[in-house]
């Protein structure tokens, strides 16, 4: 370890040390086991002193504390080093290092990553009483121009506009059509009936009450006789329409005016047509095609009927997540994952989940693939590791302190990184479920004290057996502070336990494939399901949804 790392190493410990020399540290503890147990024992040196020092009736000077404020340049008081202090109590005999070391792992600032521009999904509850013509009621990894200069709100009046960047925004008009608008998109408020599409890419789906809601575009005036259905505007002011079901009036000749054309055009299901600005050409009719639109409407996602297999789950009530590779996923014209419908909502009687809960990836560039075969014959999502950078984050989801979480996977040969992510968790403390070198199966928890030592502890798990690559398995994890549980298994045979560390409680966007910061530790490999309880199941329990995942993937126990 050179002097520069024993510096870092000093300044962290002595709560001195700067943004950019914490993430060089960071970068360093991830890979390098001598240095992270050179810190974990300094450590444990520092609080030994003060404490020897304390119980003698020293006075030992405070030092400032490694909080979240000196680790994004806010200046603190200058305070002795450790070094200092060390040979200030070398004369006490009595010092010695009792404390179990630890492995303590940095996290950079928590800053959005400029690799993956990816925010967490925001989910608003509908309200009983709408003010203004429409309402934002769901955001999902968006940026709104608006946000930029601090207006940003979640009702809109007519004639305001929605300037949407990235991400989606399903806003509601007053009347109950709701929208589902794709980023980079413009979209203004005519009424509580009605918008202007500027530019980009928006669903519709109308219900009884607002039967003939217009949109309007650069090209077009379309007008809804009840009826789901894509806009799409492009750089030109061309516009597509694409009819899902039921049926829209498309006027193309002085678009913005009141006036009916009496020779309007009916467009019915599985209709497309796309018009000129110009209007110098006559309209051209297609078939309409629903993988090129986001749609955050679940009746419409994939839905593999008529299956035999099927996962018999146990105690519903506590059933938060459940992601099933053959339900409730939505593709894109390339076969790529839109999103992930969590079928937890289906099944439990639980009152605090989100409407519509599902795992999303807004950016096409970022999306698994959907195989109808992957594991065991039944589909799978297959993420493409470092090289792809994929990966899918969920609607918030509210977790309680323990957690039960399996997961049916598939490991692909390791690249030079050397694990990934399957499934992250928690807030203040993070949980992992991930794959490491040598085709093992691990998991560690990761948390934040918030006191002087340590800034952050982690507990690891590791699978001492080694699990072939290219065969299907079942990881599962038990985790409670209460029970004093933290289990790991693999296909129902416990192979390693540790200590838990803190609540998982929190409510926010999961990830799934890769790390929290969602710019590495990409996994490589498949899933086809995830199973995530916010209680740890008793032993009897755990073994019952493990056996009926393994009889439906056909996995032998080791």
Not at 162 to 173: D, N, P, S
Not at 189 to 207: E, M
């Amino acid at each position: 370890m050179n002097e520069e790392i024993e510096k870092l190493i000093f300044r962290a410990i002595d709560g001195a040390i700067s943004p950019s020399e914490f993430n060089r540290l960071q970068d360093v503890l991830e890979v390098n086991e001598d240095a992270r147990v050179f810190y974990s024992r300094m450590l444990s040196l520092d609080q030994s002193v003060s404490e020897i020092a304390e119980s003698l009736g020293d006075e030992v000077v405070g030092r400032s504390e490694v909080r979240r404020n000196s680790l994004t340049g806010i200046e603190t008081e200058p305070a002795p080093s450790l070094r200092r202090r060390l040979l200030t109590y070398a004369s006490i005999a009595a010092i010695a290092v009792v404390l179990t070391t630890l492995a303590f792992f940095f996290t950079r600032t928590l800053s959005e990553p400029e690799i993956v521009r990816l925010r967490e999904a925001e989910a608003a509850p509908l309200k009983s009483e709408m003010s203004g013509v429409a309402e934002v009621v769901q955001r999902i990894d968006c940026v709104l121009e608006n946000e930029k200069w601090s207006t940003a709100d979640s009702t809109f009046e007519s004639g305001q506009s929605i300037i949407l960047l990235e991400g989606v925004v399903v806003v509601e008009f007053r009347k109950g059509a709701r929208v589902t608008l794709e980023g980079p998109a413009n979209l203004e408020f005519l009424s509580d009936n009605s918008g202007f599409l500027q530019s980009g890419k928006l669903t519709a789906v109308v219900p009884d009450s607002a039967i003939g809601f217009e949109i309007l575009t650069p090209s077009s005036r379309l007008i809804d006789h009840g009826t789901e259905f894509g806009v799409s505007v492009d750089s030109n002011g061309d516009t597509e329409t694409h009819v899902f079901k039921g049926e829209v009036e498309l006027v193309t000749s002085h678009p913005q005016t009141s006036d009916l054309n009496p020779d309007s055009q009916r467009l019915t299901d599985a209709m497309g047509v796309r018009v000129k600005r110009e209007g110098e050409t006559p309209a051209e009719l297609f078939d309409a095609n629903p993988s090129q639109f986001i749609r955050t409407s679940i009746a419409d996602s994939r839905q593999l009927e008529n299956r035999n297999e099927v996962t018999e789950l146990v105690d519903r009530e506590h059933l938060l997540m459940w992601f099933e590779a053959g339900q409730g996923v939505q593709t894109d014209s390339r076969g790529r994952v839109i999103s992930w419908e969590n079928l937890a909502q289906r099944s439990s009687n639980r009152k605090d989940q989100s409407l519509e809960s599902s795992a999303w990836q807004v950016n096409a560039g970022r999306r698994p693939k959907w195989s109808e075969s992957g594991l065991g014959g039944l589909p799978a999502i297959r993420f493409g590791g470092f090289e792809s950078k994929e990966f899918l984050a969920t609607t918030p989801l509210s977790l309680k302190a323990d957690a039960t979480a399996l997961v049916v996977c598939q490991f692909e040969p390791l690249e030079e990184i050397g694990y990934g992510h399957l499934l992250v968790l928690g807030g203040q403390t993070k949980f992992v479920l991930e794959r490491r070198d040598k085709s093992e199966a691990g998991s560690f928890t990761l948390s934040w004290q918030n006191k002087n030592v340590p800034p952050f502890q982690m507990e690891a798990l590791e699978n001492v057996k080694p699990v072939s690559s290219h065969k299907p398995q079942i990881c599962a994890v038990r985790y409670s502070v209460e029970q004093d549980v933290f289990e790991l298994s693999v296909n129902g045979e416990v192979v390693a336990s540790g200590d838990p560390i803190g609540s998982l409680a929190v409510t926010a966007s999961q990830v799934i494939g890769c790390g929290h910061r969602r710019n590495r530790f990409f996994f490589k490999g498949q899933i086809s399901e995830i199973v995530m309880y916010d209680t740890a199941l008793d032993q009897e329990k755990l073994n019952e949804v493990t056996e009926s995942l393994m009889q439906k993937y056909k996995i032998q126990a080791q």
